[in-house]
């Protein structure tokens, strides 16, 4: 089966993460912070806090911007179930905004208008998590401009998009955001095993992330209470969890950070070359805006008759091609439907989910493998 996305080691990885397991700290060691110094000077950063996925990432910023009881968090229905599950675990509500049918990302009009109709009701979200998904950056500048507006915080999800680049500015560097999250789990564009990084410009807020993933303990005389005791001494002064990443997985996130930009590169050859393969055939291929360079973790078509999407998909399996669907609206979960949500709640998200095919794109996909993909869907779609 050619997945629709793998990771890639190197032997370069496997030196460095075995120099880790020779070393002396397994975690919290010197690797971590490099990782993350890294990452931010990459991505234009002020700091960036690493932790064991992008989920703990969501959930300490969340926390960080002071989400609780009460509180509304917004995301779009179409993303992976994480960008909405860190309100709830904040004890806070969720709703969502419908997606923009051309890029798939937050609507800036749907946002606009749900904004003024709860600033009427006087229930305002305190958060709002944008999406970058395919790895296509969410119009930030509108979406940053609304926010500031309302008094809105904003966390991008850019679990997808590690590597893009809108207007100038990398996606990372916080322009229209409070914080930044990237995830580094294997099928995504950089990987450390498990992780994720929590990107900022505010050295407060960042603070704060680091200690909360990390029990909510400091050792920095300055943030504590008691300063007569000796340098064992450390205190508790929030509720954190452990979120800590290794420093194995930080050596493997800081080997593949050097190959980035050949792989964006590369998944830039692959689309282009699948926009080529499937000329003619009835779908519709991705969106391109301009002075926005996507990260292509995801290369999905529409196909212009629903209907046959479930034809194609087992089709392609069949011929030993792994598509996959991105993604399930996450207000259809059962979950969220127990929460008040059903169908037709966001018509653009829904009728996106109907037509959608995630086509493999990774790395070391082969011109021969993308030439069989390509050949599979044509031969699905008009036989
Ligand atoms: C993968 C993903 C996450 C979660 O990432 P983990 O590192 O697995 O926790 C969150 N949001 C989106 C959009 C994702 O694709």
Redesign the pocket.
Known sequence: MIPYGRQDVTEEDIVAVEAVLRSDFLTQGPVVPNFEAAVAARVRAARGIAAN???SC?HIACTALGLGAGDWLWTVPT??V??ANCALYCGARVDFVDIDPVTLTMCPVHLAKKLEVAERAGCLPKVIVP?HLCGLPSDMRRIGALARRYGVRVIE?A??AVGAVSQGQPVGACSHSDVTVF???PV?IVTTG???MAMTQNESLADQMAMLRSHGITRDPGRMSDQTNGSWYYEQVMLGWNYRMTDMSAALGLSQLERLDDYIAQRHVIAERYEWLLDGLPLRRPHRVAGVRSAFHLFVVQLEDAARRREAFDALRNAGVGVNVHYIPVHLHPFYRERGFAPGDFPVAESYYASALSLPIHPRLTEAEQDHVAASLRHALVS
Do not use: I, N, P
Request: glycine share 10%; no cysteine.
């Open positions: 996925s992008a989920t969501l993303t992976f994480a960008s999406v999800d679990s997808h995830s580094f789990h995504k498990e992780g994720g």
